[in-house]
């Protein structure tokens, strides 16, 4: 591990959207063009700084990058320890390239402007902190802090049902959190009762080798919160209700980013920390991470809210990228990471999309829409390619995460990964048959006849996440070159601890091993 100390690149990275938010309190509640300018300055910087980390970053290294280590409270053994790597560095430029997106989205908020924009720019901190943070206590303070302003986006400026998911989704979370938090205190306390040395660096705590029985339950207190943010299936009936009732701009962060911490606290932490029960229980994983790709799908098929299909299409997705984590292998793991970005743009998108038409019509149902090709081509345009992105076709990025996660798994468990490749048929069919109602047809609603097509200002938005997705579909080798020596580590963590069952262990190449029976 690369290290250093005091603060730097990073640290300016977490205190730019804060600075912005800082700035905010200082302008006139009525001035809203100001307000949105100083909040898409304080975005885009961050953005833009987080460009010249990705300059800084030897992709070719899988250790930990940049990293900066300042004691906090050293009486405890708690650092403020930041750093990056290949599994995290895409991940933190997916969250800064989409939130000036989502702030260019919000220009329809006209009630409580100030207060909007400062809990948006508070969110970006909070989810960029827990994407850095290698203190164990340091990443659940950030993996608190985003709850406050998501329940409060959710909760002030959400649907008529906003304060009931608002509740639901801080329940959820803090059911799960809460959990964590203990096995983080006992993980810590093993530690220095083994090597005298208390510490909640999480580098540190990968060397430590505990019974499995020990294991068992702190796997499942960790993957209880991650399950739940993913969300994996059962634990995912708060989602639909926080994406339809949320904003525009709350649904494009919470997709894009938010449920990502979900599946990346699985790859960074509850499985190296926990290889022997991770092996273990990862059959049980593979079984829900199935049932979620199937279930989420057979219900997006039978909504009639365009929000509240791509909700469940969200469950479906994430699904495979849990898939792909469990074939814990190079193609599934990678496949996994890449995914990740993918949804992060296509369901990212496809929210925004929907947003554009809600600002117009005042309304989501599928029933209300049709003919709109003739009225709105270009709107009609780009969700044909963010719908074909979002199933999978080949030529856009959605393809590549899929088909690398399916090679991953089907080298590990052939049977479930056939059940799981059936979600990639019933995607395209709630996606298309969805596309179809609201896009073809005749233009027979006096409504429709009157929609204006995509202003600049949306076209802006709109424009370099259909560049991305077709980037990563025809060019994803960049990407992937730059995970895999991470992802490469990560893996060599998890399978070289020596209690796993021989029957279970998988190589990093993703042959299983011989058990010499």
């Known amino acids: 591990m690369m290290s250093a100390q005091g603060f730097g690149d990073l640290t300016l990275l977490l205190a730019i959207p804060v600075i912005g938010a800082a700035l905010l309190l200082f302008l006139p509640r009525r001035q809203s063009c100001a307000l949105f300018t100083v909040a898409l300055l304080a975005s885009a910087a961050a953005f833009l700084w987080s460009l010249k980390i990705f300059n800084r970053f030897d992709g070719g290294s899988g250790a930990m990058q940049l990293v900066e280590r300042v004691a906090w409270m050293p009486a405890v053994g708690i650092q403020y320890l930041l750093g990056i790597d290949g599994i995290s560095i895409f991940l933190v430029l997916l969250t800064t390239f989409l939130m000036p997106l989502a702030l260019l989205a919000s220009w329809s908020v006209r009630d409580k402007v100030k207060e909007y924009l400062i809990f948006m720019l508070l969110l970006e901190t909070g989810m960029l902190g ?240 049709g003919g709109l090709w003739k009225q709105m081509p270009l709107f009609s345009a780009l969700l044909l390619v963010v719908t074909f992105s979002s199933i999978g076709l080949p030529g856009l990025n959605g393809f590549v995460g899929e088909f690398l996660i399916l090679l991953g798994a089907f080298r590990v468990t052939p049977a479930w990964t056939a059940v799981a490749a059936s979600g990639v048929i019933l995607g395209a069919v709630y996606m298309l048959w969805m596309f179809r109602r609201v896009i073809f047809g005749p233009l027979n609603n006096p409504e429709n006849q009157k929609l204006q097509d995509l202003n600049s200002r949306e076209l802006i938005i709109l424009t370099p996440i259909i560049f991305l997705i077709v980037l990563m579909g025809v060019y994803p080798q960049p990407f992937l070159s730059r995970m895999q020596p991470a992802v490469e580590a990560n893996l060599k963590r998890i399978l070289a601890m020596p209690a796993a069952p021989a029957a279970v262990q998988i190589e990093v190449s993703g042959e299983p091993k011989n058990d010499g029976r």
């Not at 083994?194 to 060397?207: K, R």
């Open 130 to 369: 827990a994407f850095l943070a290698l203190d164990l206590v340091l990443f659940y303070v950030f993996w608190e802090v985003m709850l406050v302003p998501m329940y409060f986006l959710i909760g002030v400026w959400g649907g008529t049902r906003r304060i009931y998911a608002a509740l639901k989704f801080v329940l959820f979370t803090m059911a799960g959190s809460l959990l964590m938090l203990v096995a983080i205190i006992y993980l810590a306390t093993r530690h220095a009762q083994m090597t005298q040395a208390l510490t909640f660096d999480v580098m540190q705590l990968y060397e430590l080798h505990l019974p499995v029985e020990q294991q068992f339950w702190l796997f499942l207190a960790f993957a209880l919160s991650f399950a739940i943010k993913v969300p994996l299936f059962p634990f995912h009936t708060w989602l639909p209700d926080a994406h339809v009732e949320a904003p525009t701009a709350g649904s494009v962060i919470l997709a894009g980013v938010l449920l990502k911490l979900g599946t990346y606290g699985f790859l960074r932490f509850a499985l190296p920390l926990f290889p022997d029960a991770a092996i273990a229980l990862m059959p049980y994983l593979i079984a829900l991470s199935v049932i979620g790709i199937v279930y989420g799908a057979l219900v997006a098929m039978m909504q009639t809210d365009i929000k509240k299909l791509v909700a469940y299409s969200s469950v479906s997705h994430l699904g495979f990228v849990m898939l792909g984590l469990c074939a814990l292998n190079m193609q599934g793991v990678q496949g996994s990471l890449y995914q990740m970005l993918n949804h992060g743009l296509s369901t990212g998108a496809l929210f925004l999309l929907v947003g554009m038409i809600y600002d117009r019509r005042h309304t989501r149902l599928i029933s209300e829409f």
